[in-house]
């Protein structure tokens, strides 16, 4: 079984800052893609940022710029940098991470969420 935890979420004022994790624990062989989505009330789960195991990334063109995403294998956590937030980033951020498991089977796996608010 894999667990994913985010962690950093809260109330920041608008144009501050904001750092985002998402640990990964559990038994498997390796993670290969893991990205950020984020749920605003009212709306549909969409992508913020992934990143691929070799550190390839791609960004919501809303957050193109002022987010920026990481990851760090060797710990397999992955990171969402946030600048200039501005209000209509608030929304519950989610992580998720396609996992392969000792028997190559692969799955798709999600965090709780994290309520980032942007105060405006």
């Known amino acids: 079984q894999v667990q994913l935890v985010e962690s950093g979420g809260g109330l920041v004022q608008a144009g501050g800052s904001m750092r985002l994790s998402c640990a990964a624990s559990g038994s498997f062989f390796s993670i290969n893609s893991m990205g950020w989505y984020r749920q605003a009330p009212g709306k549909q789960r969409e992508l913020v940022a992934g990143?691929?195991?070799?550190?390839?990334?791609n960004y919501a063109d809303s957050v193109k710029g002022r987010f920026t995403i990481s990851r760090d294998n060797a710990q397999n956590t992955m990171y969402l940098e946030m600048n200039s937030l501005k209000s209509e980033d608030t929304a519950v951020y989610y992580c998720?991470?396609?996992?392969?498991?000792?028997?190559?089977?692969?799955?798709?796996?999600w965090g709780q969420g994290t309520q980032v608010t942007v105060s405006s």
């Open positions: 998720n991470a396609e996992v392969m498991s000792w028997s190559y089977y692969r799955a798709s796996y």
């Open positions: 990143i691929t195991s070799g550190g390839s990334t």
